[in-house]
């Protein structure tokens, strides 16, 4: 290899220069002379201090030391995901073959006043967020849109349509369990193939109005004359639109949104709207380190009392209600809070997200979703 001018200049001031040697090396060009460098005397430590090449060594060692222990704790959350958070594929297949079976008796077997046109997955399960473990299913149909044109007409025969299709269901040997004043409950026994084990899915049924409003549209216009009315109608009824909203729900989680915060979402479930409200005041970027994500919900959840979330994503500002906090509005129904403390230890949760906030993994994140 033959070096220019500049590099003489720099290999001249080693000690080494002056040296000629005849064994194989480096080709050096000196005033018109060829001189033979050894390449073993140039990348030999033997002239620089002992005490520095152990220092250099030393520090060698911490820096990879460092980098390797980050990587293991940066791992460690999406391992905890990976292996206790998300469901299995033999578990979404159970829910797939639940929910078609249930579908299929529902569109041909249920009163022709009540027959639905299209019955869809609803909850955790058709948002993308499901997690191990919890074996629930939601599942929506939507009544004849010639027949019920507004929730207040469904309102008026709920009753009637809860008892219709619980009667179509039992008599295709499904297990009702009960119902709420929104849904009928059914236990769903599903078989493990070639372990002779089996489990129950717990399903909710609710029926809806159709409002011819695709799930992908963010037009706030085309809901505006809904929120009017959900606005001027009896409170209790308000509650009665949330599952006729059920697409504009689940591609509100769904839209958009990298699988890092699916995986953070399934990961603190309950608080999914927290999660998608804090992402937002970051710029929205494409992609976020889990550990940051986690420490930042967990920030909130430590100091439950101040959380306040609306968002007005298919509603503007003139139909916000007053709250008091905390808070977490649904996105597609303005007076409903989902966060509700009266029924939990809130004081509890609290001090365990203290705690978790000195893990180690949490200790070297940051509070913003950006990296």
């Known amino acids: 290899m033959e070096f220019g001018n500049r590099s003489s200049d720099s290999i001249e001031s080693s000690p080494h220069c002056g040296q000629s040697k005849h064994s194989s090396g480096f080709i050096v060009e000196k005033q018109n002379k060829t001189h033979r460098m050894d390449t073993r005397k140039i990348c030999s430590t033997k002239n620089i201090p002992k005490a520095r090449v152990t220092k250099n060594r030393s520090v060698k060692r911490k820096q990879t030391r460092r980098k390797k222990k980050k990587k293991q704790n940066?791992?460690?959350?999406?391992?905890?995901?990976?292996?206790?958070?998300?469901?299995?594929?033999?578990?979404?297949?159970?829910?797939?073959?639940?929910?078609?079976?249930?579908?299929?008796?529902?569109?041909?077997?249920?009163?022709?006043?009540?027959?639905?046109?299209?019955?869809?997955?609803?909850?955790?399960?058709?948002?993308?967020?499901?997690?191990?473990?919890?074996?629930?299913?939601?599942?929506?149909?939507?009544?004849?849109?010639?027949?019920?044109?507004?929730?207040?007409?469904?309102?008026?025969?709920?009753?009637?349509?809860?008892?219709?299709?619980?009667?179509?269901?039992k008599n295709s040997n499904y297990n009702v369990t009960g119902r709420t004043t929104k849904a009928l409950q059914l236990r769903v026994k599903c078989h493990q193939n070639g372990s002779g084990k089996s489990h129950h899915i717990d399903v909710d049924v609710l029926p809806a109005v159709n409002f011819g409003i695709s799930g992908t549209k963010f037009e706030k216009a085309e809901l505006k004359e809904i929120y009017v009315k959900m606005q001027s109608g009896p409170e209790e009824d308000r509650k009665f639109y949330t599952p006729s909203l059920t697409k504009q729900q689940r591609h509100f989680v769904k839209r958009d949104r990298p699988e890092t915060l699916k995986r953070l979402i399934r990961f603190v479930k309950y608080w999914k709207n927290t999660i998608i409200q804090v992402k937002q005041q970051d710029e929205e970027p494409d992609s976020f380190t889990i550990e940051n994500g986690?420490?930042?919900?967990?920030?909130?959840?430590?100091?439950?009392?101040?959380?306040?979330?609306?968002?007005?994503?298919?509603?503007?500002?003139?139909?916000?209600?007053?709250?008091?906090?905390?808070?977490?509005?649904?996105?597609?129904?303005?007076?409903?809070n989902v966060l509700d403390v009266t029924h939990s230890d809130w004081s509890a949760v609290a001090s365990h997200a203290k705690k978790y906030l000195k893990k180690a993994y949490m200790k070297t994140a940051t509070s913003r979703f950006c990296s």
């Open 74 to 169: 940066k791992s460690k959350v999406n391992n905890i995901i990976d292996s206790k958070v998300l469901p299995d594929e033999n578990y979404r297949k159970k829910c797939r073959a639940v929910l078609k079976r249930i579908g299929n008796i529902l569109k041909n077997n249920v009163s022709e006043r009540y027959r639905p046109a299209e019955v869809i997955k609803a909850g955790s399960n058709g948002k993308g967020t499901a997690i191990k473990g919890n074996s629930d299913v939601d599942i929506v149909f939507f009544l004849p849109e010639t027949i019920f044109i507004t929730v207040e007409s469904m309102f008026s025969e709920h009753e009637l349509i809860l008892d219709d299709v619980g009667k179509t269901l």
């Open 294 to 336: 986690l420490r930042r919900v967990m920030e909130q959840l430590a100091d439950y009392k101040s959380i306040e979330v609306e968002f007005f994503v298919f509603h503007d500002e003139s139909m916000k209600q007053t709250h008091t906090k905390p808070y977490i509005i649904d996105p597609v129904n303005p007076y409903s």
